[in-house]
């Protein structure tokens, strides 16, 4: 993915401008992009964000595993936080000569708020695998952008863990990124110690699936009043759109 525009800020925008970068590939995305991880997580985090935040993000969150004081920080303050689709990338390594030397971070979303800075890491919900260092560089990357804030790197796989890492088989979350730790962080312009990351791994870390957060996504409607019809009927819309999507790409 390149660089985007800063005043490309809609998820449908953020996107066609990844899609436009595909090249010969641009025809898999025939059939509505079926598959495609980037088109799942369009579909659903359009829907997420324009739900109520509270209710059903913020209920995604709570509802996911590991590192339980990012999460329920993050999702207190879930209404008020800026969720961006596809990023703008961000560079570990600024003095690598090569686009491979810089060690390129490009998440899937980002949700910041006052005290809270997550990275979100889809896959899609058929055979997929990370990339040796993927996992150990978007670490290094939310741990280093949160600064002061509590960070969360969330992944959304399509099992639950151990996940698959190419050449390595399949891997605990915690392993898959404290293997290849200390060789990304010896090129990563990053201010915390290798051992102090590693210790605080469980602490950053944390996954759904994709059919755990459309199960969260369904409960949290059935448990939804509100007074207003035309209100009721939108949710209701916005969370059919989302199980839709889980369905349309397993």
């Known amino acids: ?9 809609s998820v449908l925008g953020r996107l066609l401008d990844e899609i436009s970068w595909e090249g010969a590939n641009v025809r898999s995305y025939r059939d509505g992009g079926r598959g495609r991880e980037n088109v799942l997580t369009a579909e659903v985090l359009t829907a997420l ?3 109520p935040r509270r209710a059903f993000l913020g209920a995604v969150l709570d509802n996911a595993h590991g590192a339980d004081h990012a999460r329920h920080t993050l999702s207190r303050q879930i209404e008020d936080a800026q969720v961006v689709f596809l990023p703008d990338e961000i560079v570990l390594n600024p003095d690598g000569r090569s686009r491979g030397d810089r060690l390129i971070v490009q998440p899937d979303a980002a949700i910041t708020t006052p005290t809270a800075h997550a990275l979100i890491e889809a896959k899609k919900i058929g055979r997929s ?4 260092q993927q996992l150990a560089r978007e670490y290094l990357a939310v741990t280093r952008q949160a600064g002061d804030r509590t960070p969360l790197l969330l992944l959304i796989l399509g099992t639950p863990p151990p996940v698959a890492v190419t050449g390595h088989g ?3 979350i915690h392993d898959a990124i404290a293997h290849h730790l200390p060789t990304v962080h010896t090129l990563a312009h990053h ?3 290798v051992d102090e990351l590693t210790a605080r791994i469980p602490d950053v870390c944390a996954w759904t699936t994709w059919h ?3 199960h969260t996504v369904l409960t949290q409607h059935a448990h939804t009043t509100n007074t207003d019809p035309s209100t009721t009927a939108a949710i209701t819309r916005l969370v059919t759109s989302i199980t839709h999507a ?5």
């Open 1 to 9: 993915m390149q660089p985007q525009a800063h005043d490309n800020t």
């Open 49 to 51: 964000d324009f739900l």
């Open 129 to 132: 695998s990370f990339q040796p």
């Open 170 to 172: 399949r891997l605990p």
């Open 191 to 193: 201010p915390s110690p």
């Open 212 to 214: 755990d957060l459309a």
């Open 246 to 250: 889980v369905a349309r790409h397993s």
